[in-house]
């Protein structure tokens, strides 16, 4: 499995973004994928995931109402647009590919195969 | 919302020596959510413990999760100058999805 992210770079204050996460090596819409971020020189914020069919989408708080996840399971695609961006967005974002296990009731989800990231940078 | 807090935050060990990394919950949460990743400086994190005790595909055996409840542990038996590096705890939850602990640095 590899992913490989692109759309990175730098945006003003108010811009936006719009980052992909291309897929290989496995059977796309049968995985939960995430975008996940990490400031430079801090530790790492999950920020959306998007179920295998697309049809549920989560949010960290920092992001919702401004970002937005999708896919492309036809291109074996990963989408997050970024909108009204902020200085605090600046970080390296990384797409994983969920895991999953099964426990009594319900699942539990990991993060499996990440990509190498594409840097993101929101200065004037 | 859960907090992950790790300890302690910088261990300096020489090879050979076991290493005991820490993970606490803000409160009592289902032990199987939580996972482990390793981070060397430039690459993207990779996935050690899953299930809280289930080692990845290809994860040394060197390499264990414990606990229960609130306190999470990595231990690594007998560390390696590779394993130099940051690792995280995270937990999977309703909302938000994944939290991750600080990291804890681990020089060998």
């Known amino acids: 499995v590899q992913l490989l992210e692109s759309g990175g770079g730098l945006e003003q204050p108010g811009g936006s973004l719009r980052l992909s996460c291309a897929a290989s090596g496995l059977t796309f819409n049968n995985f939960a994928m995430s975008w996940v971020r990490q400031a430079p020189g801090k530790g790492l914020e999950w920020v959306s995931s998007?179920?295998?069919?697309?049809?549920?989408?989560y949010y960290a708080d920092s992001v919702k109402g401004r970002f937005t996840i999708s896919r492309d399971n036809s291109n074996n695609m990963l989408f997050l647009q970024m909108n009204s961006l902020r200085v605090e967005d600046t970080a390296l974002y990384y797409c994983?590919?969920?895991?999953?296990?099964?426990?009594?009731?319900?699942?539990?989800?990991?993060?499996?195969?990440w990509g190498k990231g594409t840097s993101v940078t929101v200065s004037s | 919302e859960i907090v992950l807090t790790q300890s302690p935050g910088t261990l300096s060990l020489s090879p050979g020596e076991r290493a005991t990394l820490s993970c606490r919950a803000s409160?009592?949460?289902?032990?199987?959510?939580f996972a482990w990743y390793q981070q060397k400086p430039g690459q993207a994190p990779r996935l050690l413990i899953y299930g809280a005790f289930t080692r990845a595909t290809g994860i040394p055996d060197r390499f264990s999760g414990s606990g229960s409840g609130t306190d999470l542990t990595l231990t690594i038996s007998r560390v390696e100058p590779e394993d130099s590096a940051v690792y995280y705890c995270q937990h999977y939850g309703a909302s938000p999805r994944f939290t991750f602990g600080q990291g804890t640095n681990l020089e060998i």
């Open positions: 998007i179920t295998g069919n697309g049809a549920y989408t």
């Open positions: 409160h009592y949460v289902t032990t199987k959510y």
């Open positions: 994983a590919k969920e895991g999953f296990a099964t426990v009594p009731g319900g699942y539990y989800y990991y993060l499996d195969v």
